[in-house]
């Protein structure tokens, strides 16, 4: 069964560095996904991907964070200069059509200390 | 104003028995809404999508209110493997989606 996966699973940062979390979606779906989830809270939503440009993004989503498809599998969320608040799970996510069912990639813990 | 609500719970519940969540959105236009569940540290995974009908699969039965803009989950025959967060999910305009906090479930022996 086709699954959505990322790397690294698990990834500790200085703050102030840059991180870059890679992920493969599915390969016949055509939207892409990142969440966060802080511990102990919600789901939420970073961006949403298609046709190679970025077709929502929410207030979390400020000039510290973009995202790239650098190539024909891989879709990456980079986070420039990491803050303490930015630890958290960031999932992947990819659809095959717009408002379809999401299928979620395991997540990558980040820890900026 | 919250997007999405979920009542977090949580909801302790013997093997057997029948439970359910309910999950109000403020979006009238929103088109599409769906249930995940999420083991803890784990990603959301799909349970269903929730059709304007109304749904079933096996145990589990999702309803849409469209008029009170709330989506609802029913469990039946509650087993231990189904102690999970349970998250509602709705579609906003675009491409955006909302997440609940989710409702905790522990099925207890």
């Known amino acids: 069964e086709p699954e959505v996966t990322q790397t690294p699973s698990h990834q500790v940062t200085q703050m102030g560095q840059e991180v870059i979390l890679r992920c493969v979606p599915i390969?016949?779906?055509?939207?892409f996904y990142w969440y966060r989830q802080i511990l102990g809270q919600k789901v939420e939503f970073l961006v949403s991907?298609?046709?190679?440009?970025?077709?929502?993004k929410s207030e979390i989503f400020d000039d510290q964070f973009s995202v790239e498809r650098p190539d024909g599998s891989n879709f990456t969320l980079k986070i420039r200069s990491t803050k303490l608040e930015d630890s958290a799970m960031y999932f992947c996510?990819?659809?095959?059509?717009?408002?379809?069912?999401?299928?979620f990639g395991p997540g990558t813990r980040l820890t900026v200390l | 104003r919250k997007e999405v609500e979920q009542d977090p719970g949580p909801f302790n519940v013997p093997e057997g028995a029948t439970v359910a969540f309910n999950c109000t959105y403020s979006?009238?236009?929103?088109?599409?809404f769906f249930w995940y569940r999420q083991d803890c540290r784990k990603e959301p995974k799909l349970l269903m999508s929730?059709?304007?009908s109304g749904n079933e699969d096996g145990r589990f039965t999702a309803q849409l209110n469209r008029a009170s803009q709330y989506i609802s989950l029913l469990i039946r025959d509650s087993k231990l493997s189904d102690s999970a967060t349970y998250l509602c999910?709705?579609?906003?305009?675009?491409?955006?989606?909302?997440f609940g906090t989710g409702t905790s479930l522990t099925v207890i022996p």
């Open positions: 929730v059709y304007s």
């Open positions: 999910v709705v579609h906003y305009t675009g491409n955006q989606f909302y």
């Open positions: 996510a990819s659809s095959e059509g717009l408002a379809n069912e999401q299928f």
């Open positions: 979006n009238s236009a929103s088109q599409s």
């Open positions: 991907f298609y046709n190679n440009e970025i077709s929502e």
């Open positions: 390969s016949n779906h055509l939207y």
